[in-house]
């Protein structure tokens, strides 16, 4: 069977209104007490909420009722047409009153320049109903139904014409002869209680009759009774199942939360578009509909996402409007994040950006309600159950009819502008391609996000390539401060190794003059004794010249010895003094590199521990200069003695000071090392770095060092006075702090 063929005989009208002659059920009671009312009052105001059904109540349960009992019913008027002949506007006539006439006389005086429509807006309400009635030469009473009476009030402005009207159709409703029914929206009862428009009706409109939405019972007899009616079955746990489904609200609760439950009224339009789908998916051979053929065929959210759907498209085509300006304005100011309906309130021209003619476009569709409260008007959907299809249809109707660029856009702007939705890279350049070529589709949304998602790539870019330059910038800084080290550390080790290699040279020079000392001493010992032995073997007579003269050449060769020696000493003295300055020129230029260092507070410990080893310098230079006066002195007492001593005669030469030997031990960083004591030949050093070193006994008590097992330590021999104890000498032990390095320096006296 064809869906033409289907829909042929679907007892179900959607969301159009029942006619006259179409089969109403569930709402018999309404119906008759409409009528009575109607009968007893003459004048009655019929209102409802949007969507009730009204006008199927009207043209399917009232009129006919008013047939059969013999009144003249005229045709259902409507105050919303325009003549199209646009010069009859010009004129300055009253369109309310005309377009009460032309709905009573038909749309065959549509014809545009027909004679009849210009005369049509010339004539009174009360002149031609009167004219009407004469012609029909009846006595039965006419009924006048105004179907959508609130277009009378919806523009706020030409007054004058809307009093002109009330007091014309007033006039008329004097006559015993005319019934009238007024059917209005509930949310223009307000307005329609102005004294100036009621006062000129009789009555003023007192007799009122309400009629409400479907309660679940009235719900189940329309789908039950219509469905007998097309030759098919409801059964009766399908039907309670589909009312609760489409009575379903949401109920915030105390605490905040939202819970689910059922209301006390359906959609009746709602309930008409989803029997109809389901009616018109339904196997032509099923003639009794279950539960399982709702979920198979009559699913609810997609009848009315469907209904949604084809309703915003038939709006944006008459209204001119983009489809999808519509779906945003009703998903953005009609639904909150959490999925409850949300009124927004009427504005003057327009309502949160949408103009208010689309907006009641909408509210005709029974899509929207508009609603009186405090005084002031609101718009919502219509029911709650409208929520959820709406954001499904929205969602994919954005996915299949936007770009990425148009998506992305009103998701931005509905998250208060985010820059991480922003595009970049490819896809904003994919989308500014896509742009180009479809600048008519862009809205001043889409092209403020392609401006924005422009400059922040722009932004990020120069942001990275800054990023870049800093770091380029610091890898120089970097490099050039690893050169300067590298330089520094290059001085400090040339210096270091020129220490060095003159440390070693002062020893040699030292231990040659030592060596040359002891051969002149031994020498002179020799020929003292020869000289001794020589003088005893002289005659008696010449022995006191020999004494005398052997004497005098031992005292002169013991003042060579003694010469020999303090110019050792000097040499000494005058090492020492070099080794002092070279020191101290070295801990200057250490401190230097370590000045030179990124560090501050290094470079800050680095000069003290300098201005330390200078101090130190100063004072090893200071007992070298000690030492040069001692060794002066020693020199010129020995003259003294051996010129006064020339005719004494001695049986040995003999050391006027005994030697005093030192040891100067440089330990590796971080140790703790010292020469503890001698066990036999060897030195014992203990401290954190265990090891030995072996030394080799010399005539007179002294050492000289061999080999040892600890790794870079080096030795320097230091003669000293007789009794010296080195108490100015450098530490005992003294710490002399460098860059993040450690030495002690340690003196040990035989």
Known sequence: MSESETNSKNPFVGPEPLKNGDKFYGRETEQSELFQLLDA???????????????????????????????????IAHLNQLPTDNALIDKGFNRYVYSFIFSLEGKELLTSGDQSTESLAKLKVDSYLKSRVDSLKTWDPVVLIIDQFEEVLKDPIDIPEKVAFFAQLGKALHSQNFWALFV???????????????RHIPTRLANTYRLDLLDQYAAGRVIKLTADYGSREFADEAVTKLV??????????????????????????QLQVVCKRLWNHLPSAKTVITESDLEDYGDVDQSLADYYADEVNNIAVKMQVDERTIRRWVQDRLITSRGIRLPVLKEEEETRGLDNKVVEELVSAHLLRREPRAGRFFFELSHDRLVQPVLDNNRQWFNENLSLLQRRAQLWESENYPEYLLLRGDHLLKEKEWADENKDLLSS?????????????????????????????????????????RSYMWVAILFFVLLTVVIIAGYGIIKYQREIADTQRASAKIVAEANSSKATSIADERTKVYEAEATKSAANATAESVNANATIDALEAGVSIFSAQVTADFAQVTAAAGQSTVDPATATSNAATAESVVANATSTARVAEMAIAAANATATHASEAANATATAVQSE???????GVGILIISQPGSNDQI?????????????QEGWVEAEELPGGKFRIIRDNVEQVWYIRIDAPAGYTGADLPGNPINIQSTQTYYKWDVWFE
Do not use: C
């Open 41 to 75: 009052h003459r004048i009655v105001l019929l209102h409802a909420p949007s969507g009730a059904g009204k006008t199927s109540l009207i043209q399917a349960g009232l009129i006919p009722r008013l047939e059969d009992d013999n009144f003249q019913v005229f045709p």
């Open 184 to 198: 209005i929206r509930d949310d223009y009862m307000g307005a329609l209680m102005d004294w100036k428009y009621i």
């Open 244 to 269: 609760d489904n489409l009575r379903r609200i949401k109920v915030q609760q105390p605490d905040g939360t939202l819970q689910e439950e059922y209301g006390s009224f359906v959609e009746p339009v």
């Open 445 to 485: 949304l889409d092209n403020d996000f392609l401006e924005a998602s422009t400059k922040k790539q722009k932004d990020d870019e120069e942001k990275r390539k800054a990023r870049e330059r800093e770091l380029e910038l610091a890898q120089e800084l970097a490099e050039e401060e690893r050169k300067k080290k």
């Open 653 to 659: 030469a003999f050391a006027i000071f005994p030697a």
């Open 676 to 688: 503890d004591r001698i066990e036999g030949e060897r030195l014992r050093v203990l401290g954190a």
